[in-house]
């Protein structure tokens, strides 16, 4: 056992806490008021090869490994959860496509993905009426000939309006649930594969959403991932390591929270002393980083395993579950040591509070990590 980090994950989370620092943390507050996708930045972001950090050479990948992934996620989502969640959806979908892709898909898309020449990728799978069981979609896929006919709609799509390529899903076989599901590769400005509504959020408000209309879209053959009836699997497949990247994220929100506030209240006098004198925030504070530590453990266990090839379903739901509770509960008294200040949009932990809330609840709710944990300690899948 080695707690250590290497001489190269430790070169990866200083070049991301760099780029954070510098480019991401003085326009949060911007991107978070205006909602602009903060697309150069995601470009700069690719040029330092954090957004096919497990993607090899070939196609253009930093092949920085799932560790290091990890600690960039970190560094990133401390200084803007909505240019992370980007990062993460974008390293999602090469992964995908790296691994159920035909040659054709894998050299067309990924290089692309790799080097920012695409803002970024989308990861269709939600509908409107399957959210946390998307195995009920209602999207069909019908083999015309050499190609498939999509029809159907999908909801709250991460950056579907900037993705150059998206994974999306739909039903080749109605009557068989999650096995009659399969994935498809879909280019941007696909035509009948309409990008509409841009959800107004309460938090990652620099992180488009969008509904997504597919109207007779027609799709070559060749865009299958995998074989018929896979996409379900390779929904999950991909949600496991999704879900390490939003731990992470959870990990870097709760930090910013808490070492602002803990700043602040070295600074903050009331009663003639500064009230991080009080045993009432030394607490808040002790219980905060202690939780956060022990997140951020579980989230790299994790990253360890998929980095070593070992099944990681339970870590990462684990870690899914534990950071994203724990950084939910951490915003919470960080933006109450601050008082009144804490609750003024003038201050960051607002910011952070709403960023953090919907880690409990994209790339499954924690009610569906902990029935993804109980599954596997249960033996019941
Ligand atoms: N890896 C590989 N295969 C898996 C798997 C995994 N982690 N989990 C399940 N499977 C397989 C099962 O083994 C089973 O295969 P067999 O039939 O061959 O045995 C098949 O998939 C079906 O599994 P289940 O019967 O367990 O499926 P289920 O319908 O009961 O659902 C679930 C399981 C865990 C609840 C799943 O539906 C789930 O994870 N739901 C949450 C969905 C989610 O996370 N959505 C996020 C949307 S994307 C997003 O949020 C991105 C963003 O915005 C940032």
């Known amino acids: 056992m080695d707690f250590h980090l ?25 991107i978070d008021a205006t909602g602009i996708h903060p697309l150069p930045a995601l470009k700069a972001m690719a040029e330092l090869g954090m957004m096919g950090m497990n ?23 401390k200084a803007c ?15 995908v496509i790296n691994a159920f ?26 509908e409107s009426t399957a959210g946390s069981d998307p195995a009920s979609m209602k999207s069909s896929a019908k083999l015309k000939g050499d190609h498939y006919v999509l029809n159907g709609s999908k909801t709250f799509i991460t950056s579907a309006e900037h993705a150059g390529v998206l994974v999306v899903w739909a039903k080749t076989d109605k009557a068989a649930a999650a096995k009659g599901i399969s994935a498809f590769l879909v280019g941007k400005g696909h035509p009948g594969f309409i ?18 209309i597919m109207e007779n879209c027609c799709l070559p053959r060749g865009s299958l ?9 390779i929904a999950m497949m991909a949600l496991d390591g999704g ?6 994220m959870a990990v870097g929100i709760g930090l910013a929270a808490i070492e602002y506030a803990t700043e602040y209240a070295k600074n903050r006098i009331q009663f003639d002393q500064p009230i991080a004198s009080f045993q009432a925030i030394q607490w808040m504070i002790a219980d905060s980083f202690t939780e956060l530590e022990a997140a951020r453990l579980l989230v790299l266990r994790a990253s360890f395993l998929k980095e070593k090839g070992q099944r990681f379903t339970r870590e990462a739901s684990m870690g899914k579950l534990f950071a994203a509770e724990t950084a939910n509960r951490v915003c919470y008294k ?30 499954g709710t924690s009610e569906i990590q902990r029935l993804v944990i109980a599954r596997e300690i249960l033996g019941l899948k």
Do not use: W
């Open 6 to 30: 290497t001489e190269e994950q430790k070169m990866t989370q200083k070049m991301a806490r760099d780029f954070a620092e510098k480019e991401l943390k003085p326009r949060a507050a911007e």
């Open 55 to 77: 993607i090899p050479a070939e196609y253009g990948g930093s092949q920085a490994g799932v560790v290091s992934y990890s600690l960039a996620m970190t560094e990133i989502s």
């Open 81 to 95: 959860a909505a240019t992370a969640v980007t990062m993460s959806v974008t390293n999602m979908v090469a992964e």
């Open 101 to 126: 892709g035909n040659e054709e898909a894998k050299s067309a898309h990924i290089p692309k993905i790799c080097s920012g020449e695409y803002s970024c990728g989308a990861f269709a799978l939600t």
């Open 195 to 212: 990008v509409g509504r841009h959800e107004e959020k309460m938090g990652q408000r620099g992180s488009p959403v969008n509904e997504i």
């Open 225 to 233: 991932l995998g074989q018929e009836g896979d996409g379900f699997k």
């Open 243 to 248: 879900r390490i990247g939003i731990g992470s």
């Open 334 to 363: 960080a933006l109450q040591m601050l008082g009144g200040y804490g609750y003024m949009k003038e201050y960051p932990l607002e910011r952070y509070t709403r960023d953090c809330r919907v880690t409990t609840i994209y790339e």
